[in-house]
């Protein structure tokens, strides 16, 4: 590549990646140079504001045309914007987190932990924008390598040891999975561009090399399922979920959970979705549109049933996490439904904000009893109405009541399934059986908050961070219960 070639392409596109790259860059030099010992939050603060300028960079480019620079390895086109902002939005609600953590046996590397955020958020936000194989491993495996090293940053903490060490054998697994799943894609078409596999995997009519195909799509779907942990690949989410610290606990359940679903999303879209099958008729997505049916199923059933049994509130988040990844893979099941897009985009929306809700209440809660069981929420309505209120928002949206945006996202995934040229009836049965099951262990949560002795004397006391993580996603989750709308209607605008 010449000097001359590389200077015209339109590296505008990529304003807020270079924002956060440069951000990451910055703390990781004025953490490098300061004295140990120093109070390092004023760093997350800079980080923050990092954040907080890539989503005012990319507001800037809504409704803008598609722009594909770096020989199509990079694309801002309607898909990325849309979950950009998700995970934008995501990662400045869990640095607002991060700012506030404060771990009985202390937190030495707290620079590390900041520009380790953003080092991860940034492999997501390559994902987002990726259209290229390699490009896509790339944001994928610094997005895995960054959680992994953040998932063990207590270092004195034996339960932070051993999730680490348990996520970095999983992630391993499950990136070896997925590589080798790309190689079979590589060695059907040549090449790791995804606009260049289009024709030729259209092309495709030998039995044979379907076959080859059908291989690829299992087994980098089996790989990517360990990143978003669906049954049975959600082994290590539990353990690990417990033992990170919780802002990073809060990344794993949402912003690391979007990426995710965003690479199946875009390898559906771009690859799988334009490979025949035998009779050349319709897509082969259609012919392991059952495979996927299946993994919804039993991760439903196993996140909603287990999650039932647990004291422990990050366990019974983790469960509830999986479950979750149940209900957004009815909406991948559902491929070519009317609103098919709209309703994942819509669901991970919601997800997000009303997760990350609920775990601000539980660092909250768990600062100051020093414990993570469920019976720390214990008269927390008489020490603190107003987190008692918040924490039932949170609740009451993950179990999908009225009202709440966890309500319309499941009403969305829900009709999705019946758009489809054929109706997922069985599978939308047991998603509403699933959910019923799912009252038992959150309504828990609220009769501990409401309706048992409170644990301890001390009053409630918010901190600056917590308090704007908290109104900003109880807000947020009553306005997209009511006004869904507003939400279509930003995402149609960035289509457009």
């Known amino acids: 590549m010449d000097m001359?070639?590389?200077?015209?392409?339109?590296?505008s596109v990529m304003t807020p990646e270079f924002i956060i790259l440069g951000t990451a860059l910055l703390l990781s030099i004025v953490d490098l140079f300061m004295k140990e010992g120093k109070s390092r939050k004023w760093l997350g603060w800079i980080g923050f504001a990092g954040i907080a300028g890539a989503i005012v960079s990319l507001a800037f480019m809504i409704g803008a045309k598609d722009t594909v620079i770096l020989y199509d390895t990079f694309v801002l086109d309607s898909f990325a914007k849309a979950f950009k902002f998700i995970l934008l939005l995501g990662a400045a609600?869990?640095?607002?987190?991060?700012?506030?953590?404060?771990?009985?046996?202390?937190?030495?590397?707290?620079?590390?932990?900041?520009?380790?955020?953003?080092?991860?958020?940034?492999?997501?936000?390559?994902?987002?924008?990726?259209?290229?194989?390699?490009?896509?491993?790339?944001?994928?495996?610094?997005?895995?390598?960054?959680s992994y090293i953040l998932a063990g940053l207590r270092k004195k903490n034996l339960k932070s040891n051993e999730s680490a060490l348990k996520y970095v054998i999983n992630g391993g697994i499950s990136t070896?999975?997925?590589?080798?799943?790309?190689?079979?894609?590589?060695?059907?078409?040549?090449?790791?561009?995804?606009?260049?596999?289009?024709?030729?995997?259209?092309?495709?009519?030998?039995?044979?090399?379907?076959?080859?195909?059908?291989?690829?799509?299992?087994?980098?779907?089996?790989?990517?399922?360990?990143?978003?942990?669906?049954?049975?690949?959600?082994?290590?989410?539990?353990?690990?979920?417990?033992?990170?610290?919780?802002?990073?606990?809060?990344?794993?359940s949402a912003v690391s959970k979007t990426a995710g679903f965003i690479i199946i999303l875009r390898l559906c879209l771009s690859v799988f979705g334009n490979i025949p099958d035998e009779d050349g008729m319709q897509s082969i997505l259609v012919?392991?549109?059952?495979?996927?049916?299946?993994?919804?199923?039993?991760?439903?059933?196993?996140?909603?049933?287990?999650?039932?049994?647990?004291?422990?509130?990050?366990?019974?988040?983790?469960?509830?996490?999986?479950?979750?990844?149940?209900?957004?893979?009815?909406?991948?099941v559902s491929f070519g439904g009317y609103f098919y897009f709209d309703a994942i985009w819509f669901?991970?929306?919601?997800?997000?904000?009303?997760n990350l809700g609920a775990f601000a209440i539980v660092q909250a809660v768990g600062r100051k009893t020093g414990s993570e069981d469920v019976t720390a929420f214990a008269g927390l309505y008489h020490r603190s109405p107003l987190a008692a209120i918040a924490v039932s928002i949170f609740i009451l949206s993950l179990a999908g009541?009225?009202?709440?945006?966890?309500?319309?996202?499941?009403?969305?995934?829900?009709?999705?399934?019946?758009?489809?040229?054929?109706?997922?009836?069985?599978?939308?049965?047991?998603?509403?059986?699933?959910?019923?099951v799912s009252y038992f262990y959150y309504f828990g949560i609220l009769s501990q908050v409401f309706f048992r002795k409170k644990e301890t004397e001390e009053p409630f006391k918010w901190s600056a961070p917590l308090l704007i993580?908290?109104?900003?996603?109880?807000?947020?989750?009553?306005?997209?219960?009511?006004?869904?709308?507003?939400?279509?209607?930003?995402?149609?605008?960035n289509i457009s």
């Open 287 to 332: 012919v392991y549109q059952g495979f996927i049916a299946v993994l919804a199923a039993i991760t439903m059933i196993v996140g909603n049933t287990v999650a039932l049994r647990q004291k422990n509130i990050k366990r019974l988040l983790a469960y509830s996490s999986i479950a979750h990844a149940g209900y957004v893979l009815v909406g991948f």
């Open 4 to 11: 001359e070639t590389l200077l015209n392409y339109k590296w």
């Open 401 to 436: 009541l009225p009202g709440t945006a966890g309500f319309i996202g499941k009403i969305t995934i829900f009709m999705n399934a019946f758009t489809n040229s054929t109706p997922q009836i069985v599978l939308a049965s047991i998603m509403i059986a699933t959910t019923v």
């Open 347 to 354: 669901y991970l929306l919601s997800y997000v904000i009303m």
């Open 176 to 252: 070896a999975i997925t590589l080798f799943g790309m190689s079979y894609i590589y060695g059907l078409t040549g090449t790791t561009s995804l606009t260049e596999m289009i024709p030729q995997l259209n092309a495709l009519t030998e039995s044979g090399y379907l076959y080859i195909a059908g291989i690829s799509f299992l087994l980098i779907f089996v790989g990517l399922s360990f990143k978003i942990a669906t049954v049975p690949f959600h082994m290590w989410a539990p353990d690990v979920y417990e033992g990170a610290p919780t802002p990073v606990t809060a990344f794993l």
């Open 469 to 493: 993580v908290t109104v900003i996603c109880m807000i947020a989750t009553i306005l997209l219960g009511i006004f869904p709308g507003a939400a279509f209607d930003f995402l149609n605008l």
């Open 93 to 146: 609600l869990i640095f607002l987190l991060a700012i506030d953590y404060e771990p009985r046996e202390g937190l030495k590397e707290r620079g590390e932990f900041y520009y380790l955020l953003l080092a991860a958020l940034l492999g997501a936000m390559m994902m987002a924008s990726s259209r290229d194989l390699i490009t896509l491993f790339v944001g994928l495996e610094l997005l895995s390598i960054s």
